[in-house]
């Protein structure tokens, strides 16, 4: 009895750990694209623009990021347009491959981690107020100003099995920088 007490502990322990690390990568690449935040909106059907950073009532976080690296020295920029989501009790990790685009290309996706009952994005402005949609205003949406958001700190709050809230707070560079 003490012996299969003691496996089922182990194991269980080893479960725990296992899945710490997966939460560990994915709050890295995260706070990776977080902290490479780029002031550059982009431009979308040739005449319209959007911001360099979209969070909409859902949840989902749209940004720029610079620091895409590019080992294999193809003819792209390495400024990327990404997003998160959450979808199916998943983080989901979307990025396109040019950074201007069209309304009609599609990201590619990638799960950084499962089984999350909750996701949610807040952005803190300079007032420190949290909002949890960006741009406050819609005739922002097309706004070119790069200094138009007082933008300070990105808040993201999941809920992972088996434990619970996590919670991080990420300062941003300046969007005037």
């Given at each position: 009895?003490?012996?299969?007490?003691?496996?089922?502990?182990?194991?269980?322990?080893?479960?725990?750990?296992?899945?710490?690390?997966?939460?560990?990568?994915?709050?890295?690449?995260?706070?990776?694209?977080?902290?490479?935040?780029?002031?550059?909106?982009?431009?979308?059907?040739?005449?319209?623009?959007?911001?360099?950073?979209?969070?909409?009532?859902?949840?989902?976080?749209?940004?720029?990021?610079?620091g895409w690296r590019n080992p294999l020295g193809q003819p792209r920029s390495e400024v990327?347009?990404?997003?998160?989501?959450?979808?199916?009790?998943?983080?989901?990790?979307?990025?396109?491959?040019?950074?201007?685009?069209?309304?009609?290309?599609?990201?590619?996706?990638?799960?950084?981690?499962?089984?999350?009952?909750?996701?949610?994005?807040?952005?803190?402005?300079?007032?420190?107020?949290?909002?949890?949609?960006?741009?406050?205003?819609?005739?922002?949406?097309?706004?070119?100003?790069?200094?138009?958001?007082?933008?300070?700190?990105?808040?993201?709050?999941?809920?992972?099995?088996?434990?619970?809230?996590?919670?991080?707070?990420?300062?941003?560079?300046?969007?005037?920088?």
């Open positions: 009895r003490l012996l299969s007490q003691s496996l089922e502990s182990q194991n269980v322990l080893q479960s725990r750990g296992e899945r710490l690390a997966e939460i560990h990568r994915a709050l890295r690449v995260v706070q990776r694209d977080i902290l490479q935040f780029s002031a550059r909106s982009i431009r979308v059907d040739k005449n319209e623009y959007l911001p360099p950073l979209l969070l909409s009532p859902e949840g989902a976080l749209e940004m720029t990021r610079v990327q347009r990404l997003g998160y989501r959450w979808q199916d009790e998943k983080l989901i990790r979307g990025y396109w491959l040019t950074l201007d685009r069209s309304y009609e290309d599609e990201p590619a996706y990638q799960t950084l981690l499962s089984d999350v009952t909750e996701l949610e994005f807040y952005v803190i402005d300079n007032n420190g107020n949290q909002h949890d949609h960006w741009p406050l205003d819609e005739d922002e949406l097309n706004d070119m100003s790069d200094d138009f958001v007082g933008l300070v700190a990105i808040l993201m709050r999941v809920e992972i099995e088996p434990f619970g809230f996590i919670e991080r707070l990420w300062q941003i560079p300046p969007l005037n920088a």
